[in-house]
């Protein structure tokens, strides 16, 4: 299923989906993955643990932030596809993103973990026939659709991906 297939958003997420072409999901999910990171991988490594600003992430934590979000947002489409109702939690990426001390971490081990959870995905999603993929949930308050998570997995990453090119090169 295509982009143009989803009918339930919330406002919050159109942002990142409206970013990605209007492709089939598998495709979004493999094109809009963490080969666009991996070019840059030197780049990436050279940064160390810089930030843009004071009081923003490294390069590091927004990895790490991409991996938590996908696999928040991948557990929330499993639990909608297997039809549970049950009104899912928000989470706070700004306490996760210090628990969670990627800057200990290289590039080369976020990028390795971020590909490996992003391959899990492309797989589940694959697992899903079109009445999953349409099937909708309440998370963290809003009614979204199982095809809308998968495309904001995709535009989340995209988002995060141009934020780096343009606020992280060349520091």
Known sequence: MKKSDITVLPEYYDSYINEIEDI???????????????????????????VYAPGKWTVKDIIQHMIDAERVFAYRALRIARNDKTSLPGFDENEYVPMADANKRSIDELLNEFEAVRKSNVIMFKSFNDEMLIRNGTCSDNNISVLAIGFVLAGHMYHHTKVIQEKYFPL
Request: avoid cysteine.
């Open 24 to 50: 089939d999901l598998t495709e979004a999910l493999e094109k809009y993955g963490p080969e666009l990171l991996k070019k840059d991988k030197e780049k990436l490594i050279s940064l160390g643990d810089k």
